[in-house]
């Protein structure tokens, strides 16, 4: 459960440093995910918005495009869909779905089937729609927006939010909302291609328990358990950590791939 714990302490303490900034004027990072500036100075900004915003034709401070660089080539570089995982509020939502429908039977043959591959469709859609309509189209009604923003400054309109999405994943779609439709998710997957922090897998050290496949919330990426040694390469990895806290044979642990070895 280490990485687990460790998800949720970075989660909630994102939440909470914006809202001490907002309600108690603590300025360590002010403003939301979308765009917030560290300790008064650093810039930091949501790529996906700057780029829709600008697809839309639509103006784009220097502020905005620094700290868009900046968390672009920390996400990146450092493992795949962190952001997901780590400091998404949504992901908390869709865990919590995920333990409901496990619970109370709802098992993945009655649900809704959906391609991983919508998620791009909605990626390519929100940009097409942002340059038709000349405004950010994804970010107008994002939900992560409306669950970080109703977290920060206190709004009751993304508890209805909350719901539905816990709704959508235990009755429509298992991981639907993150797995399947998050244009988000999509964007991260794309840029943290060649991100340096993987799972690696241990062969020789796995009973082939498949434990690992039954929490992870994008179980394609294991192809290799219990078949070869090596990383997890795809990018659609959220890096949650989640095969491993579960794996009691030590086969899988997060390492720093050398790119300079892979074919």
């Not at 560290?38 to 034709?57: E, H, N, R, T, Y």
Request: hydrophobic letters at 50%; charged letters at 15%.
């Amino acid at each position: 459960m280490k990485f687990l714990i460790l998800r949720r302490i970075t989660q909630i303490s994102i939440l909470v440093l914006f809202v001490i900034a907002n309600f108690y004027g603590v300025k360590i990072l002010s403003g939301d995910l979308s765009s917030s500036i560290v300790f008064g100075k650093v810039p930091l900004s949501d790529p996906f918005a700057v780029l829709q915003i600008f697809i839309a034709g639509l103006s784009v401070s220097v502020n905005a495009v620094i700290g868009a660089l900046i968390v672009f080539a920390f996400y990146a570089v450092i493992a795949p869909r962190v952001f997901c995982s780590w400091v998404c509020p949504v992901n908390l939502l869709t865990d919590i779905a995920f333990k409901l429908k496990n619970k109370f039977g709802f098992k993945g043959e009655r649900m809704l089937i959906m391609s991983k591959n919508l998620r791009y469709f909605m990626l390519v859609l929100s940009l097409v729609l942002s340059f038709m309509l000349a405004q950010p189209a994804f970010e107008a009604i994002s939900y992560i927006g409306i669950i970080q923003r109703g977290v920060i400054f206190s709004a009751s309109s993304a508890i209805g939010v909350a719901i539905g999405i816990i709704a959508f994943d235990v009755f429509v779609a298992g991981r639907g909302i993150c797995g399947h439709l998050c244009p988000l998710g999509a964007f991260w997957a794309l840029a943290s291609k060649f991100s340096l922090i993987r799972v690696k897998h241990d062969e020789e050290a796995c009973t082939k328990c498949m434990k690992c496949k039954l929490v992870c919330p994008e179980v394609q990426v294991l192809g290799l358990i219990g078949k070869q040694s090596g990383f997890v390469s795809s990018s659609e990895c959220i890096s949650c950590g989640r095969c491993i806290d579960v794996c009691g044979d030590e086969a899988l642990k997060f390492s720093i791939r050398n790119l300079r070895r892979e074919k």
